[in-house]
């Protein structure tokens, strides 16, 4: 893991934008590529003067979309069977399926934008959009608008490292240990205000009527 780690810094420095779009496009999708090895170590970059802030977190949010798009539309023409049967391979377990599948049906469109900006399941969640064939323009809105926040957390992170410890640029572990030890809090406020959504989604819920013979009754 050390050695794709340090693999992937190199597709950062040497390739630039387009290594940007590369690695979080692996990121929205079945590979398990850190979108902590991508953004922050381009914030490094920034402060160098060879990329711009918005420069890097277009490139992320683009790769993000194109990542989660292919995952999306492959989802949704192999269905649930052959993810599941074939995932494991790629480190999709059942089980996170299964919790992914459960965050989708809870929280719904707002599901998807919340995803984007949470551990693990930031990069299965189109799995299970796709499945149940979720509306895709509403599902593109979602995660373009939750890969984007999340680039800009990444980018302010990265920036924050560069001025605290300049030298991590060359310690990709190191790095990474970094800029989770800062996002706790971050995603702390994410998991509290996805209560929240969910919360006000049970309030304002329309009660179901009743059945009777295969009929609503009124």
Known sequence: MHALIATWFGWVNHWGY????????ME?????????????PAAFLIAQGKMSFWGVVGAGTLGSYLGSAITYG??????RVVVVR??????????????AEHWMHRYEAGGIFFARLLPVIRH????????????????????IIGSFIWCVVLAWLGAKAQQLQPDLINDPQGL????????????GGILLLAALYFVVLKLTAKPEKPVCCGEPVE
């Open 176 to 187: 990474i240990h970094f800029i989770k030890g800062q996002s706790h809090w971050i995603v």
């Open 86 to 99: 074939w995932g494991k391979y790629f480190f999709i377990s059942e089980a996170k399926l299964a919790m």
């Open 28 to 40: 929205s999708s079945i590979f398990p590529v850190p979108s902590e090895v991508v953004i922050p």
């Open 74 to 79: 492959i989802s949704r023409w192999l269905g």
């Open 18 to 25: 387009l290594g940007i779009i590369l690695l979080m496009a």
């Open 124 to 143: 299965l969640i189109s799995i299970p959009a796709g499945i149940v064939r979720m509306g895709f323009g509403m599902f593109s809105l979602m995660t």
